[in-house]
């Protein structure tokens, strides 16, 4: 079927319109979006989808054909998938595609050798695990394992030392948005920042900022070492 238009309003549903010719019904279809439960390999050969009935399905992507094809192919990695029963929330790859990071609505956070899937690391955090990133290796420094974000429901943000199974700090929220919590996280792919979005509490104002505090804070460049500490 044809799509030819599509609509995001605010909130979790978009709407997508198609049809019309050769005996096709023109249709309007609605779905609910759930960010994290889907992730492409970087090799751009496989899709990981995680379903909220628990485990994951895993799809080779054919791109030889006039269109893409997605064949399954779950049935034979449903061994290596036993670890990963939980509801999933969040999923992300190392650059490389070596490791696959998941995170689940029981808090729980998984890394994961990929293909094998063969487990090296599991934390336990306070609450859902609801968005990660990993950071990319730039050089000009010191070689170390693959460092992992994370956002918790509670809000918070912590940075993961995968190598050594360890955390490495807890970002703290900015002077006058200690109420706000942490929503989202991701690296830069060009420089060693991380970036968060953070959402406030309802029925709160922002801070005011003043424009010599706005004017001079331009001028510096944004890292996260600032705030806990810690250098990518």
């Not at 044809?2 to 605010?10: D, E, H, I, K, S």
């Not at 490389?96 to 956070?109: I, K, N, R």
């Not at 609450?127 to 956002?151: C, I, M, N, R």
């Not at 970036?195 to 922002?206: A, E, H, I, K, S």
């Amino acid at each position: 079927m044809g799509l030819y238009g599509a609509a995001w309003p605010l909130g979790d549903h978009f709407f997508v319109c198609g049809g019309g010719g050769h005996g096709l019904v023109n249709r309007i279809v609605w779905a609910s979006f759930r960010g994290g439960r889907m992730v492409l390999a970087p090799s751009g050969s496989a899709l990981i989808l995680g379903m909220n009935d628990g485990g994951v399905r895993r799809f080779q992507l054919d791109l030889s054909g006039p269109s893409p094809r997605l064949i399954e192919v779950s049935a034979a990695f449903t061994e290596r998938f036993q670890c990963l029963q939980e509801e999933v929330d969040s999923m992300a790859f190392t650059p490389d595609g070596a490791l696959l990071a998941v995170g689940f609505s029981t808090g729980d956070l998984k890394v994961l050798a990929y293909p094998t899937m063969k487990p090296l690391v599991h934390w336990k955090l306070e609450s859902d695990v609801k968005d990660l990133d990993f950071a990319w290796q730039h050089g000009g420094g010191p070689q170390q394992g693959p460092l992992l974000a994370t956002v918790c429901d509670k809000g918070t943000c912590q940075l993961w030392d995968v190598r050594s199974c360890s955390a490495v700090c807890q970002l703290q929220l900015p002077r006058g948005l200690e109420r706000a919590k942490f929503s989202r996280c991701r690296f830069s792919r060009s420089a060693p920042i991380l970036y968060v979005t953070m959402n406030l509490v309802r029925g709160r104002r922002p801070p005011r900022i003043k424009p010599a505090e706005c004017s001079s804070r331009a001028t510096e460049r944004p890292r996260h070492a600032e705030v806990c500490g810690a250098v990518v």
